[in-house]
């Protein structure tokens, strides 16, 4: 059965470049460009194995998204992917110590990085050139 990974990102070019690498691994993806709209997915679908998550959106940023996805399921993995890390320092130690579970990923991300990233969820060789 193949792996279904949620991406949450308000940048079309990024939510694009996610689904070429990651759909062409097989993998099932689905994009969205917002908090709420990732939170509305995963509340009427709650099976994905994967969740790539943005920190800095308009409306909902990814700290508030987190919040509310850890409160529709507790474990499922979460990567936030970000070139903000440093302006969001504060709220990623309070979700820290909140244990809001969350690995930490920083933009710009290439091709081989996202694969195996991925890989270490789904415990796949992390040679990009394999197909999953």
Not at 12 to 24: E, T, W
Not at 55 to 65: N, Q
Not at 96 to 103: A, C, D, G, I
């Amino acid at each position: 059965m193949k792996k279904k990974i949620l991406i949450i990102d308000d940048d079309k070019h990024v939510r694009y470049s996610f689904i070429l690498i990651l759909g062409n691994q097989g993998y099932f993806i689905n994009a969205v460009e917002s908090g709420e709209k990732g939170i509305e997915e995963l509340s009427n679908n709650d099976d994905y194995d994967l969740i790539l998550l943005d920190l800095k959106m308009p409306g909902m940023d990814g700290i508030e998204t987190l919040k509310h996805i850890r409160s529709i399921n507790s474990k499922i993995p979460v990567f936030i992917v970000t070139a903000f890390q440093e302006e969001y320092l504060s709220d990623l130690k309070e979700i820290t110590v909140k244990e809001l579970n969350f690995e930490l990923l920083n933009k710009p991300l290439d091709r081989n990085q996202i694969l195996m990233s991925i890989g270490t969820v789904f415990d796949t060789p992390s040679n990009p050139l394999i197909k999953h």
